[in-house]
C-alpha cells in the first residue's frame, strides 16, 4: 500500500522501508502534547508520527530528523501536503551527530528496536528496524542533552525492554512517569509505551488492549484513534 489516508492527511510511502502500523497508530495518539511548543521526532520514517501530534496540538513547532534518503523522500512530501506544513521541519541526517539550534520541550520516537537482532540484506531495513545505527545507550544520552527543563520524552519499545529503558533512563537523570502496557490481545503483551522526565512527576500506569480475543478491534483501540483513521475499523 503506497497510500495510507488518515482522516486529515495521507501518508505517501512507496520508499519507506516501513508503512505505517499498529504501534505508530496508538503511539501517536497516547504521546501527551498538551502545553508543549518545540518538539522533535527522532527517526520520522514516513513523518506519520510527527503528522497526528501535529493535528492534536496545531500551535506546535515539530523538528524531525531521519538518516535514511528514501524515507526523508516521504516524508517531505508528507509534511508539505499537510495543512501543518508551516510547523513542520525535517532533517536528513544522523540524530546523534547533529547539530539542534534549541532544546525541545517534547521528544518523541518509534526507534528501531531489534536489540543484538540478526541484520538483514537490506540497508534499509536494517536502518529502520535495528538499533545498531541508534544504540539505546546513546539515544537516551543524547535525548537528556536536547530535553529542556520539565520536558517530557516518549518512547514505545516491545515489552521486553522495560528493564533495559528504565535503567538508561535513570543512567541519565530521567524518571518516568507514564507506563502504558499494550496488549496485542488480552493476556498477550506486545509493546510498552514509556513516559520519561527530567524532573518529578507522579506516575500514572494503564493497561491498553488493541484487540478482542475474537480479532475485532477493542472499543478502548477505537476510541483512542477516532480521530485518525480515515475508514470505519471492526
Excluded at 148 to 167: A, K, R, T
Excluded at 171 to 183: C, T
Excluded at 201 to 215: A, L, Q, V
Aim: with cysteine; aromatic share 12%; glycine share 6%.
Amino acid at each position: 500500500m503506497s497510500v495510507f489516508s488518515f482522516k486529515e492527511f495521507e501518508i505517501f510511502q512507496a520508499n519507506s522501508s516501513l508503512k505505517v502500523g499498529t504501534d505508530a497508530m496508538i503511539f501517536g495518539a497516547f504521546v501527551n502534547t498538551e502545553g508543549k511548543q518545540n518538539a522533535l521526532d527522532i527517526g520520522a520514517g514516513t513523518g506519520v508520527l510527527s503528522l497526528m501530534v501535529a493535528q492534536r496540538n496545531e500551535d506546535l513547532q515539530i523538528e524531525a530528523i531521519e538518516v535514511e534518503e528514501a524515507a526523508v523522500h516521504d516524508c517531505h512530501l508528507n509534511f508539505e501536503n499537510s495543512n501543518w506544513s508551516n510547523n513542520l521541519t525535517l532533517h536528513n541526517g544522523d540524530f546523534l551527530q547533529f547539530q539542534f539550534e534549541k532544546k525541545f520541550d517534547l521528544i518523541f520516537t518509534n526507534p528501531p528496536f531489534y536489540y543484538k537482532g540478526l541484520l538483514s540484506g537490506s540497508n534499509a531495513t536494517n536502518l529502520a528496524k535495528h538499533n545498531d545505527s541508534l544504540p539505546f545507550e546513546s539515544l537516551f544520552k543524547r535525548v537528556s542533552e536536547l530535553l529542556s527543563n520539565y520536558g517530557d520524552f516518549w518512547i514505545i519499545v516491545p515489552f521486553e525492554l522495560e528493564s533495559l529503558m528504565m535503567s538508561l533512563s535513570s543512567s541519565v537523570d530521567l524518571v518516568v512517569f507514564k507506563k502504558i502496557n499494550v496488549f496485542a490481545k488480552p493476556g498477550r503483551t506486545s509493546r510498552i509505551i514509556l513516559g520519561f522526565s527530567n524532573a518529578t512527576k507522579s506516575i500514572s500506569e494503564e493497561s491498553f488492549i488493541i484487540r478482542e480475543e475474537s480479532g475485532k478491534y477493542s472499543q478502548d483501540y477505537k476510541i483512542l484513534t477516532q480521530d485518525f483513521h480515515g475508514t470505519i475499523i471492526n
